[in-house]
């Protein structure tokens, strides 16, 4: 003698298919009620804008070489205190690391086009 009987097996089993097929049912609706992201464009991410509507670059283009190089020393130095408070275990918003390089790179491109 086990410690199930056929009837109480087959019971459990009919049990476990039925709540197999209800999670299958809720899993279609919570996909068919989900709504689909769609991925960003290499266009929509490459041009970052300024609050004023205008691209960084179109904005940093106004400036003149001198603030320019100041600016890149800012931007330089805010990685570097990043790069700080990463080791020294302090929270760091990496989006804004992430814009301080580009930013760096933006300007390095505008100082080479003048030259």
Do not use: C, W
């Not at 804008?49 to 283009?61: D, F, I, N, Y």
């Not at 003149?64 to 020294?88: C, I, N």
């Amino acid at each position: 003698a086990g410690f199930m009987t056929g009837l109480a097996t087959a019971k459990m089993m009919k049990l476990l298919v039925l709540g197999l097929l209800a999670l299958a049912s809720v899993g279609e609706a919570f996909t068919a009620t989900t709504p689909q992201r769609t991925a960003f464009t290499s266009i929509q991410r490459s041009s970052t804008v300024m609050k004023t509507g205008e691209s960084m670059a179109a904005e940093l283009r106004k400036q003149s070489d001198e603030e320019l190089m100041q600016a890149v020393d800012a931007a330089q130095a805010a990685l570097y205190d990043m790069r700080h408070k990463r080791a020294t275990r302090q929270t760091v918003k990496t989006s804004e690391y992430n814009q301080e390089k580009y930013k760096i790179n933006v300007i390095n491109m505008i100082l080479a086009e003048r030259k």
